[in-house]
């Protein structure tokens, strides 16, 4: 892996001064692409990159395209790609597009017999790279929707795979690559270049539906522009029953409409790649966690790469794709894939939202008192997923700082809201792997949390001379027992420090402390005799300070205290309640 790093480097430096020609990057399809790699080596028309290759070598050595720096530089930006599907299995398929403008370039089906393949392919891309391009008008496919057609039945792939190999023949239109621009997102990750896509001056909708009978699937065709607005509506009937003659009818048809009506010149530039950028956006929001959303998500982030809206949705995304994986390896591998994706795109600006944090391990809070769970993991897995944990930790925490800590609250929902995102951040269990660890977030967080309930509450008269109960629910995200109990000097601390404010409602919040230390000191030197006492001396500070009684922010049962049951603790709260004031 060394030294094909080393090579590598070695090359596309000696590229940087030589004199340009195609840059070509062959991926999918590993043992195929391996074979076509060999069978290309040394064409002079163009120059070949493992660019799937080049990724695991920085993944390996943890050079990610933020961490690298100046070294991602070293690699230019490929010209075209040849992806060949699917992905995951043995290639069938041959589509290759222009990487800096979408251009879909030549789309080839592949023999079964592997050297055939080889064969075939090769011949197919030494033919397109040698290819000028010329001016044709841009079509490019908006959304293939499935209204219900039987499984069985279903060729809808087939379908538009078929109509995609008549438009890359056409002399008169160009199809617009949409659906594989996530390797162009890649590649500028990769190479730190951005080039502008074209935008497609017309898009095709279809859309698949059952006939009267199951094997019978009828297709709507609607044709947009950028905005949505639909131009041209036709219906062509049974369309799986014979798919050359379907396909190419449904293209003829899509063709004279294009060719008739011709974009205006303004939309054949690229200043309309940001209206169809906002309409795959649309679409992918719609898709939800459909098996075409990723690809729609990407076609928006390829067409306006600046956009903070669709990278902030990428980086979500990415963290979203850890929830359905189970296995430990490759949860794994899909948290350090949506971490570097985090840091490549700066996190900062998506908060106050945080990305989904999903388990690194599948284990739970409680067994976080001991680390048991870690002895029957493998070394280098324990490891990576401490690893991880720290990663994700620091990048949260570095985003948070980056934000200006607020001087003042507009309302109580800010502060609110901003409170929520410091637990989310601080104090979320799952993404400490020890207790030392969880202690020492836990720490940050409850001195974030009081800064910011300080900051509100003392930010006028009015607020500090407010009642106690409207603050229970900020209060409460400091009144976690399970993080107080790892330190307890900075909960001494923090009782000292709003006994001696002016501010009334953190006057109470000590005293809701206070109670709560002197019950648990209690419990844990077995004083059962001093309960009694604890519970009195509670309701005095209260009436003393409000005129009235506090209900506890912790309950009994919350309590779970081992000394004294529940329902004993309830029977000294109702002995010492003062009564409640009568209504005049």
């Given at each position: 892996m060394k030294k094909f790093l080393a090579i590598t480097l070695l090359a596309a430096t000696a590229l940087l001064g030589a004199q340009e020609i195609p840059k070509l990057a062959i991926v999918g399809g590993q043992n195929l692409a391996d074979l076509l790699h060999a069978e290309l080596a040394g064409s002079p028309e163009f120059e070949l990159y493992e660019r799937e290759q080049v990724r695991k070598v920085l993944v390996e050595h943890r050079l990610s395209a933020l961490s690298a720096g100046a070294l991602v530089k070293l690699f230019p930006h490929v010209d075209c790609f040849a992806v060949l599907e699917p992905l995951d299995e043995t290639p069938t398929r041959l589509i290759v597009f222009d990487?800096?403008?979408?251009?879909?370039?030549?789309?080839?089906?592949?023999?079964?017999?592997?050297?055939?393949?080889?064969?075939?392919?090769?011949?197919?891309?030494?033919?397109?790279?040698?290819?000028?391009?010329?001016?044709?008008?841009?079509?490019?496919?908006?959304?293939?929707?499935?209204?219900?057609?039987?499984?069985?039945?279903?060729?809808?792939?087939?379908?538009?795979?078929?109509?995609?190999?008549?438009?890359?023949?056409?002399?008169?239109?160009?199809?617009?690559?949409?659906?594989?621009?996530?390797?162009?997102?890649?590649?500028?990750?990769?190479?730190?270049?951005?080039?502008?896509l074209a935008p497609s001056a017309k898009l095709i909708r279809l859309e698949f539906t059952p006939g009267p009978r199951p094997e019978i699937v009828h297709c709507t065709v609607r044709i947009t522009n950028s905005e949505g607005a639909v131009l041209s509506k036709q219906e062509f009937k049974d369309v799986f029953s014979d798919l050359p003659?379907?396909?190419?009818?449904?293209?003829?048809?899509?063709?004279?409409?294009?060719?008739?009506?011709?974009?205006?010149?303004?939309?054949?530039?690229?200043?309309?790649?940001?209206?169809?950028?906002?309409?795959?956006?649309?679409?992918?929001?719609?898709?939800?966690?459909?098996?075409?959303?990723?690809?729609?998500?990407?076609a928006a982030r390829a067409l306006a790469p600046q956009n903070r809206e669709y990278i902030n949705a990428e980086i979500f995304l990415k963290f979203g794709k850890i929830s359905r994986i189970r296995k430990s390896p490759e949860r794994l591998a899909a948290w350090r894939e949506a971490l570097d994706c985090a840091k490549r795109l700066d996190l900062a600006p998506s908060l106050p939202a945080v990305p989904s944090t999903e388990i690194i391990y599948d284990y739970r809070w409680y067994e976080l008192n001991s680390n048991e769970?870690?002895?029957?993991?493998?070394?280098?897995?324990?490891?990576?997923?401490?690893?991880?944990?720290?990663?994700?930790?620091?990048?949260?925490?570095?985003?948070?700082?980056?934000?200006d800590r607020p001087k003042h609250f507009s309302d109580y929902w800010a502060l609110y809201y901003h409170m929520q995102l410091i637990q989310s951040i601080y104090g979320n269990p799952i993404l400490h792997l020890s207790q030392e660890s969880y202690r020492k977030s836990s720490a940050v967080e409850i001195e974030l949390l009081f800064d910011a309930i300080e900051t509100y509450i003392n930010a006028s008269p009015e607020t500090r001379s407010q009642d106690f109960n409207l603050y229970e629910g900020v209060f409460r995200y400091l009144n976690n027992d399970n993080r107080w109990k790892f330190d307890q000097e900075s909960f001494l601390r923090y009782i000292e420090r709003a006994e001696r404010s002016p501010a009334l409602p953190l006057q109470s919040l000590a005293i809701q402390w206070r109670f709560l230390k002197e019950l648990r000191e209690a419990d844990d030197d077995d004083r059962t005799e001093d309960f009694d006492g604890i519970v009195k001396n509670y309701y005095a500070r209260c009436m003393a300070l409000y005129g009235k009684h506090l209900q506890p922010l912790s309950s009994p049962r919350y309590l779970k205290l081992k000394t004294i049951s529940d329902r004993e603790l309830g029977q000294l709260f109702q002995k010492h309640r003062p009564p409640p004031e009568k209504k005049r």
């Amino acid at each position: 892996m060394k030294k094909f790093l080393a090579i590598t480097l070695l090359a596309a430096t000696a590229l940087l001064g030589a004199q340009e020609i195609p840059k070509l990057a062959i991926v999918g399809g590993q043992n195929l692409a391996d074979l076509l790699h060999a069978e290309l080596a040394g064409s002079p028309e163009f120059e070949l990159y493992e660019r799937e290759q080049v990724r695991k070598v920085l993944v390996e050595h943890r050079l990610s395209a933020l961490s690298a720096g100046a070294l991602v530089k070293l690699f230019p930006h490929v010209d075209c790609f040849a992806v060949l599907e699917p992905l995951d299995e043995t290639p069938t398929r041959l589509i290759v597009f222009d990487a800096r403008s979408g251009y879909r370039k030549a789309d080839a089906m592949l023999p079964e017999r592997l050297e055939d393949a080889v064969k075939r392919a090769a011949e197919t891309i030494r033919r397109t790279m040698k290819l000028a391009s010329r001016e044709r008008i841009t079509i490019g496919f908006s959304s293939l929707r499935d209204s219900g057609v039987p499984v069985r039945f279903n060729k809808i792939n087939d379908f538009a795979a078929a109509f995609e190999q008549l438009a890359g023949k056409d002399e008169a239109v160009i199809l617009l690559e949409r659906a594989r621009l996530g390797y162009v997102v890649g590649e500028r990750a990769l190479s730190e270049t951005a080039f502008p896509l074209a935008p497609s001056a017309k898009l095709i909708r279809l859309e698949f539906t059952p006939g009267p009978r199951p094997e019978i699937v009828h297709c709507t065709v609607r044709i947009t522009n950028s905005e949505g607005a639909v131009l041209s509506k036709q219906e062509f009937k049974d369309v799986f029953s014979d798919l050359p003659q379907s396909s190419g009818e449904v293209f003829r048809a899509v063709k004279q409409y294009t060719v008739q009506s011709p974009a205006p010149v303004e939309v054949r530039g690229y200043s309309n790649s940001v209206e169809e950028a906002a309409r795959f956006f649309a679409e992918f929001k719609a898709a939800g966690n459909g098996k075409d959303a990723e690809a729609k998500l990407m076609a928006a982030r390829a067409l306006a790469p600046q956009n903070r809206e669709y990278i902030n949705a990428e980086i979500f995304l990415k963290f979203g794709k850890i929830s359905r994986i189970r296995k430990s390896p490759e949860r794994l591998a899909a948290w350090r894939e949506a971490l570097d994706c985090a840091k490549r795109l700066d996190l900062a600006p998506s908060l106050p939202a945080v990305p989904s944090t999903e388990i690194i391990y599948d284990y739970r809070w409680y067994e976080l008192n001991s680390n048991e769970w870690r002895k029957s993991l493998p070394s280098g897995e324990r490891e990576e997923a401490e690893k991880i944990a720290s990663e994700y930790r620091t990048l949260l925490d570095e985003a948070f700082r980056k934000k200006d800590r607020p001087k003042h609250f507009s309302d109580y929902w800010a502060l609110y809201y901003h409170m929520q995102l410091i637990q989310s951040i601080y104090g979320n269990p799952i993404l400490h792997l020890s207790q030392e660890s969880y202690r020492k977030s836990s720490a940050v967080e409850i001195e974030l949390l009081f800064d910011a309930i300080e900051t509100y509450i003392n930010a006028s008269p009015e607020t500090r001379s407010q009642d106690f109960n409207l603050y229970e629910g900020v209060f409460r995200y400091l009144n976690n027992d399970n993080r107080w109990k790892f330190d307890q000097e900075s909960f001494l601390r923090y009782i000292e420090r709003a006994e001696r404010s002016p501010a009334l409602p953190l006057q109470s919040l000590a005293i809701q402390w206070r109670f709560l230390k002197e019950l648990r000191e209690a419990d844990d030197d077995d004083r059962t005799e001093d309960f009694d006492g604890i519970v009195k001396n509670y309701y005095a500070r209260c009436m003393a300070l409000y005129g009235k009684h506090l209900q506890p922010l912790s309950s009994p049962r919350y309590l779970k205290l081992k000394t004294i049951s529940d329902r004993e603790l309830g029977q000294l709260f109702q002995k010492h309640r003062p009564p409640p004031e009568k209504k005049r």
